[in-house]
């Protein structure tokens, strides 16, 4: 294996070694909702003595867990929302998600992207081909639409020959529907630990309140996609 070979492998070799070390420490169990609602009155004490570094902290935490691709990372959106209120949660897990996406984005680039879009077949070529064509609207509907793990979204775009700007950009400004709607959940977490009732996440996102906005921007995303093939039919 050639010196330029592994140094394209080596960030991806990093972030397993990441992930693997993750889960070899037992990190699953601190980043779980039954750990927040046995450890909420000492976050909450960190949070009040701390505030700054706790929140700093929380930034690069998620970052990291984004960055190596923890499935289980968008637990940490409620541990946002719970030490930090609604909005000032969402804005930090609005940073760590962007900045962990982006790092998996160009781990993943670096590494596969020139090799994979070689040996794509032809239904991953025409895929290729309607993202270069409408790619920034195809990146959002990717971020908005909540039945795709946030890892999974993370690490396809850079299988194809996207732009950096547009993926940041679909990641920043699509993830802040779901960065609220958790943060939120989040705010209201000792109350609901109170009452002796459990989060479901799952039932949530089903909500009328919850998903009828997040169809709308998916909508007005695709709007763009829909027009451009309409204007090639008639020119």
């Not at 190596?68 to 609005?94: E, R, V, Y």
């Not at 020139?114 to 993202?131: N, T």
């Not at 459990?198 to 829909?226: A, C, H, N, Q, W």
């Amino acid at each position: 294996m050639s010196k330029n070979t592994l140094k394209r492998l080596l960030p991806i070799g990093v972030i397993a070694a990441g992930l693997i070390g993750f889960f070899a420490l037992g990190g699953p169990d601190y980043i779980s909702l039954e750990s927040l609602k046995e450890n909420r009155e000492y976050l909450a004490g960190l949070v009040d003595n701390n505030f700054l570094i706790a929140f700093l902290g929380f930034i690069a935490l998620y970052m990291v867990l984004v960055g190596i691709s923890f499935p289980g990372a968008g637990l940490l959106s409620i541990f946002g929302g719970f030490l930090f209120g609604t909005l000032t949660g969402a804005a930090g897990i609005l940073i760590g998600a962007t900045l962990g996406a982006c790092i998996i984005f160009w781990a993943v680039k670096l590494a596969l992207g020139d090799s994979m879009a070689q040996k794509m077949g032809p239904y991953m070529q025409k895929f290729e081909a309607g993202l270069k064509q409408n790619e920034l609207s195809y990146l959002f509907v990717l971020r908005l639409i909540p039945i795709f793990p946030f890892f999974v979204v993370n690490v396809v775009p850079a299988l194809f020959d996207v732009k950096f700007r547009n993926y940041f950009i679909a990641t920043l400004f699509g993830i802040i529907p779901g960065a609220i709607v958790f943060a939120s959940i989040g705010d209201g977490a000792s109350a609901i630990f109170e009452k002796g009732e459990d989060l479901s996440l799952k039932g949530v996102m089903l909500e009328p309140r919850v998903l009828l906005p997040i169809i709308g921007l998916i909508t007005l995303s695709l709007i763009p996609v829909f027009y451009n093939k309409y204007k090639a039919k008639t020119a």
